[in-house]
């Protein structure tokens, strides 16, 4: 028998308790959420035409190339360096071919938008043709451009797929022979979130927008860090018109790879500006995280000399200003330019990602100060290195504590075990001091970055039985997310990963389940759940957390089984007054392997039943492996 003490709130439950961290890993930005489906669309990757074919480039009957494409670097310092210079001698004989992000999606009926800058020499070339193919390179949309200028001109047309496709390619012939140069070739599906112009996949976002998040971090991750500082995040490179933003190489690129993705790059048209929109859109706080002056330490990492550390702390002052500042300030004025004239109201900003040792630290304090006099109101997160403990974690944590740091972002990836045992990790904590936001986590079910990993439903439910502990600590753990949030079927580095999708779908995994029950029942204060005075932690396999929401008037208990053979529960509520009807929503599954797949996505998904209260007492049987949620109205 459990007890729950209706009236007595332990803590208010932050509105950011449960949230989503993004990282552009496993094609989550270009070939995901940004829904851009030419591959390398203005040529600026290492390799100048990857994604691109040129097949019959043979000779033709003219005993000439049919025709080629050689891709001309205008100057190294310009954002947009490199163009294509198509000369075609061949007209039937050429083609250049986009593949896409492991080929493009494409659906019967529904619309495309194209659009291209071309200087057509001499206006040689009549016509631009412009055609989805299928994989058996039948043709199933098309349109044409016809290019009326020798100068640069932008051009963009509109045209329909006749077949759902997910390997389609983009083909472009041309009418004539000649030169004509090219550049920024991109193409988006009509129908993005919010029917934003070159906007973001709606599927996706739908799945997010269901969590309820209550933040949204961004950019990740490593890929804040960089391999080097040359290559870290620099936010202010992610904002502007979307073709001066400088493509750049993921850090995700190749390495920790199963598959190899060389051509893992950042074309950054989901940038700042974009993130804080999503926040917006999803009802998410934003929580941009930049680089502290650390390249990643798992790579080089190289150190930007404290003496040298006034750009990196910039970008954190300007950031704030681009957020919230008027129309009158710089950074204002470009976020009002770019469309939202109204602050973003941005509330903290993350400093470092994963970073460890006294060199954070010391890096942290200079962040701290510059940030706190300028910005008092803006919370800081630090970073507490790699988790969940070791020298290096204990010694940050004691150093930020003795610097009062308000956020500390702790890391674990460990075993379905580990997230079971550790349920009770925060009851220790001390209530004084620093809040935990538990940035980055997930079971793992071989362990380490491993691509056996595994979605599984053993995973899933040992977090949920973990994320009752989080609850539970609400007092000092103020805000949590699963990591990493999502990959692309066939091109991602990392699992597990809470959704996958592909180029036509996207699906939630038993995981994604879980921190949604828990995201969207989050309440607004948190009870005590007890079992003769003790929480429930694990004994007889049994997890437990309970909170009321003051605004729907409803207590909300959560109870996790992680036995294989079910158990009978009895809830003793008192304190209040509650209604007989309720609900109880049970996610479960009866083996420890099961997962959703892109063929049964919803395998694991959870189902809801009316409840009937009899007296003060809740009755449940709880099934085998399972996580259940019981609502009942407060009257
Ligand atoms: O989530 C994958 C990676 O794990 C993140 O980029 C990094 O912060 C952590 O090491």
């Known amino acids: 028998t459990l007890e729950v003490d209706i009236a007595k709130t332990v803590t208010k439950i932050k ?43 043979k000779r033709s009957s003219l005993n000439k190339q049919s025709g080629v494409a050689t891709p001309i670097k205008v100057s190294e310092n310009k954002t947009n360096t490199n163009f294509c210079r198509v000369l075609i001698n061949d007209p039937q004989g050429y083609a250049l071919i986009n593949e896409g992000f492991r080929g493009m999606g494409v659906k019967k009926d529904a619309k495309y938008n194209i659009s291209l800058k071309a200087a057509n020499h001499g206006n040689a070339i009549k016509k631009i043709i412009i055609q989805f193919i299928d994989k058996d390179k039948k043709v199933i949309g098309e349109t044409s451009i016809v290019p009326t200028s020798d100068e640069w001109k932008n051009y963009s047309v509109q045209f329909t797929a006749t077949q759902t496709e997910a390997k389609a390619k983009l083909k472009i012939t041309f009418e004539g022979t000649g030169t004509i140069d090219l550049d920024m070739i991109s193409l988006f599906p009509e129908d993005t979130w919010k029917n934003r112009k070159n906007g973001l996949r709606k599927d996706i976002v739908q799945l997010l927008y269901d969590m309820k998040p209550g933040f949204l971090r961004f950019p990740g991750g490593c890929i804040v860090e960089g391999r080097t500082l040359a290559d870290r995040y620099q936010w202010k490179k992610s904002v502007g018109n979307v073709e001066d933003r400088k493509t750049m190489m993921n850090r995700w690129n190749v390495e920790f790879s199963h598959k190899q993705t060389p051509d893992y790059f950042q074309s950054f048209g989901l940038g700042f500006y974009e993130y804080f929109q999503l926040s917006e859109d999803i009802g998410a706080t934003p929580l941009p995280i930049l ?29 704030i200003e681009f957020a919230n500042g008027s129309v009158d300030t710089a950074w204002g004025k470009l976020r009002s330019d770019m469309g939202h004239p109204k602050p973003f109201n941005l509330k903290l900003i993350g400093v470092g990602n994963e970073q460890w040792g006294p060199d954070y630290i010391e890096r942290y304090k200079v962040f701290e100060k510059a940030i706190k006099s300028k910005y008092p109101n803006i919370a800081i997160v630090s970073g507490s290195g790699p988790s969940p403990s070791g020298e290096f974690f204990d010694y940050g944590m004691q150093e930020l504590k003795k610097l009062n740091a308000k956020l500390i972002d702790e890391h674990y990836y460990e075993s379905p075990k580990w997230f079971r045992e550790n349920a009770t990790r925060y009851d220790k904590y001390d209530r004084k001091g620093p809040k935990i936001f538990a940035g980055e986590y997930a079971a793992q079910s071989v362990s380490g970055a491993n691509p056996n990993n595994r979605n599984n439903w053993e995973c899933a439910f040992s977090e949920a039985a973990f994320m009752t502990g989080l609850e539970r600590n609400a007092e000092v753990v103020n805000m949590t997310s699963y990591a990493p949030l999502m990959a692309h079927e066939e091109a991602w580095q990392w699992t597990p990963d809470m959704i996958w999708f592909n180029n036509l779908e996207a699906y939630g995994s038993a995981n994604y389940y879980v921190q949604k029950l828990f995201s969207t029942n989050k309440g607004t204060d948190l009870l005590t759940i007890t079992n003769d005075g003790k929480p429930l932690t694990g004994q007889n396999n049994l997890y437990a957390s309970a909170v009321k929401d003051v605004n729907s008037k409803e207590v909300i208990v959560k109870l996790v089984n992680t036995s294989a053979t079910p158990q009978e529960v009895t809830v003793d509520l008192k304190g209040g007054k509650l209604a007989s009807k309720g609900t109880v929503i049970t996610l479960t599954s009866p083996n420890l392997n099961d997962e959703n797949t892109f063929a049964q996505p919803k395998k694991i998904s959870p189902t809801e039943t009316e409840y009937k209260l009899k007296g003060e007492k809740a009755q449940l049987n709880l099934g085998a492996y399972s996580v259940t949620v019981l609502k009942l109205r407060m009257e």
């Open 291 to 319: 680089s502290c002056g650390m390249a990643c330490q798992y790579n080089t990492g190289e150190l930007a000399p404290i003496t040298e550390l006034d750009p990196y702390v910039q970008d954190a002052l300007d950031l």
């Open 15 to 57: 509105p950011t308790m449960f949230g989503l961290f993004f990282e552009d890993i496993n094609f989550a930005a270009d070939g995901g959420l940004y829904a851009e489906m030419v591959k390398n669309r203005s040529f600026e990757f290492d390799k100048p035409l990857m994604g691109w074919e040129q097949p019959n480039t």
